[in-house]
């Protein structure tokens, strides 16, 4: 691998971010999560098994420590009582490149038995899939080709399905007037803990 090549997968990868379909199930990504957690005091579950889970991992944590609550929950555990942290008013965010999860499917009908009525905002590259039918806003990726040399190794997937994290974040960020004072009170450890703590003695 020389340099060029490296600067290949970087375009690459940078392609495939320009490319998602950015359209209006992003506002009803946003207006979901605001209805739902913020006015009806539900919290933001998130799921995905493997590669797309720890992406789900990744969008909780991040969701939490810009002020709105969420967490993750692994889809197998939840066959074995993790289930019960869904409440009413809750709405789920289910990674899946392929949209066919096994254990996500499972989860939504699980999830479904407990809240007959709740949500499902889904991050996937297929718009046919099964679970792509059960959402309530559908987010795609633009489906774009791993940059793995066997096309098989979630990269560029994942990459993409991280960035969709990182819009809704912001999105519902700037909805909610999140300022540095939230963040920390949010995130007192580390670099940031410290340099939220000045920001918000500016204010």
Known sequence: MNRED??????????AIRNIPVTEEYSKAVDLIMQQV????????????????????????????????AYF???????????????????????SNSGKTRELLELVQLARGLVG??????VTSNPRSSLAKVASALLLTGS????????LTPTTSTTTMTVIG??????????????????????????????????????
């Open 6 to 15: 490296f600067i290949s997968i970087l375009e690459q990868e940078a392609a």
């Open 38 to 69: 913020h006015r009806s005091g539900g919290v933001l579950i998130t799921s995905g098994m493997g590669k797309a889970g720890q992406v789900a991992m990744n969008i909780a944590t991040t969701f939490s420590s810009a002020g709105t609550p």
């Open 73 to 95: 929950l692994h889809p197998s555990e939840a066959q074995h009582g993790d289930l019960g942290i869904v409440r009413q008013h809750d709405v789920m965010l289910l990674v």
């Open 117 to 122: 009525d709740i949500k499902f905002i889904v």
């Open 144 to 151: 774009p080709k791993e940059v793995c040399p066997l096309g």
């Open 166 to 203: 990182d819009m809704l974040v912001v999105a519902v960020m700037k909805k909610i007037n999140f300022s540095s004072v939230d963040y920390a009170k949010r995130h007192h450890g580390g670099y940031l803990g410290s340099k939220s703590r000045k920001l918000s003695q500016t204010k």
